[in-house]
Nanobody, 121 residues
Framework: QVQLVESGGGLVQPGGSLRLSCAAS????????MGWYRQAPGKQRELVAI???????NYVDSVKGRFTISRDNAKNTVFLQMSSLKPEDTAVYYC???????????????WGQGTQVTVSS
């Protein structure tokens, strides 16, 4: 079994910062890309940032220059440092991992349970 557990969400004022963490655990053989998605009320889930196992990153235009994704491969953990937060960043943030579990014949996509980020004064 593979589990992704997020932490670090909360309420923050506009212009503030938050750091999200997501740890993958269980019978993991190898993790490829890890990413953060978000879903605001009434909107579709969107990709926020993604990082490959080699450290290459990509961001949605709306967060470029404000958010930074990083990962600790030894701990199977991905982070999202969010700065200069805006009310429009308010959403449930989900962690995703493209990985191969031990004993599996192919890769699969795994999701965390989500963590709420609210940006409001």
């Amino acid at each position: 079994q593979v589990q992704l557990v997020e932490s670090g969400g909360g309420l923050v004022q506009p212009g503030g910062s938050l750091r999200l963490s997501c740890a993958a655990s269980g019978s993991i053989f190898s993790i490829y890309a890890m990413g953060w998605y978000r879903q605001a009320p009434g909107k579709q889930r969107e990709l926020v940032a993604i990082i490959t196992s080699g450290g290459n990153t990509n961001y949605v235009d709306s967060v470029k220059g404000r958010f930074t994704i990083s990962r600790d491969n030894a701990k199977n953990t991905v982070f999202l440092q969010m700065s200069s937060l805006k009310p429009e960043d308010t959403a449930v943030y989900y962690c995703n991992a493209d990985l191969k579990s031990s004993g599996a014949s192919r890769r699969g996509s795994y999701w965390g349970q989500g963590t709420q980020v609210t940006v409001s004064s």
